[in-house]
T-cell receptor, first 115, second 113 residues
């Protein structure tokens, strides 16, 4: 148990579907992140939320829509995806200050396949 | 900007062999440095960290020393096991208080019995 739980673990969706990825942490962290991990590429930071406000959006296409309703939950809403969006999507949380990056905790990820 | 470069894999070793994964960084100021490990089917886990020059991080037999003069943070283990097969990521944050991490591309290590 890593302290950060992601559901579902696996998702197969068609290009016209709408789905959501969920991330939950009960570590008392106040920053949450979405990363995309594709084969043979560096981890791509997609979104950063600090104190429930989006503080970073790294040129992510609008077909990915994040939502952070509170400090414990983070969602990634997906619609009209493309096959190249198939990847492992990782959620992480940390303290926004103090220990900072040293407190980073990752979830196990959602393996997304777009068909 | 801040960035991390680590050696490309894959790396294949026999059990009890010596492992080194090179990592160099570019950063202004005084970054903190990290190694993360990702076992098959799992997310990333913090393996070790160092927050200032000459610090040595260590865990599970792995070590890495923060070398400011060579801007490096190479990961080493003296005798690997099959269970060390994983993807290893070098990462940095701009300071010990900064919450943002920059990751390297990852190095896949396979240890054969």
């Amino acid at each position: 148990e890593t302290g950060v739980t992601q559901t579902p673990r696996h998702l197969v969706m068609g290009m016209t579907n709408k789905k959501s990825l969920k991330c939950e942490q009960h570590l008392g962290h106040n920053a949450m992140y979405w990363y995309k991990q594709s084969a043979k590429k560096p981890l791509e930071l997609m979104f950063v939320y600090s104190l429930e406000e989006r503080v970073e959006n790294n040129s992510v296409p609008s077909r990915f829509s994040p939502e952070c309703p509170n400090s414990s939950h983070l969602f990634l809403h997906l619609h009209t995806l493309q096959p190249e969006d198939s990847a492992l999507y990782l959620c992480a949380s940390s303290q926004a200050s103090g220990q900072g990056a040293a407190s980073y905790t990752f979830g196990s990820g959602t393996r997304l396949t777009v068909v | 900007g801040n960035s991390v470069t680590q050696m490309e894999g894959p790396v294949t070793l026999s059990e009890e062999a010596f492992l080194t994964i090179n990592c160099t960084y570019t950063a202004t100021g005084y970054p903190s440095l990290f190694w993360y490990v990702q076992y098959p089917g799992e997310g990333l886990q913090l393996l070790l960290k160092a927050t200032k020059a000459d610090d040595k991080g260590s865990n599970k037999g792995f070590e890495a020393t923060y070398r400011k003069e060579t801007t490096s943070f190479h990961l080493e283990k003296g005798s690997v096991q099959v269970s060390d097969s994983a993807v290893y990521f070098c990462a940095l944050s701009a300071s010990s208080n900064d919450y943002k991490l920059s990751f390297g591309a990852g190095t896949t290590v396979t240890v054969r019995a």
